[in-house]
Nanobody, 119 residues
């Protein structure tokens, strides 16, 4: 089993920044890609960003492009989400996820971390 643990959430004013971390542990960790998702109250979970573990290639949702940056530290089995210029509409529970190699879906999920942006 793989465990994903997010950290770094909190309360920030609009225009501020936060950095989320997601550390993977458990069995020998191999992954094809990892991603960040978020779910706001009353809304469906939505994709935020993903990174391919070997190549480092990244992809972002249009709503966060230019403001958020996903990165990885292979040695630490950790990914990060640097969030700048935060807006109230970024308020949500943020989840990290890992695709262990299915290439079709994310098969491991973290417990989530709350991000609240006040106006």
């Amino acid at each position: 089993q793989v465990q994903l643990v997010e950290s770094g959430g909190g309360l920030v004013q609009a225009g501020g920044s936060l950095r989320l971390s997601c550390a993977a542990s458990g069995r020998t960790f191999t992954t094809y890609r990892m991603g960040w998702f978020r779910q706001a109250p009353g809304k469906e979970r939505e994709f935020v960003a993903r990174i391919f573990w070997t190549s480092g290639y990244t992809y972002y949702a249009d709503s966060v492009k230019g403001r958020f940056t996903i990165s990885r530290d292979n040695a630490k089995n950790t990914i990060y989400l640097q969030m700048n210029s935060l807006k109230p509409e970024d308020t949500a529970v943020y989840y990290c996820a890992a695709d262990s190699g299915t290439r079709r879906s994310y098969d491991y999920w973290g417990q989530g971390t709350q991000v609240t942006v006040s106006s």
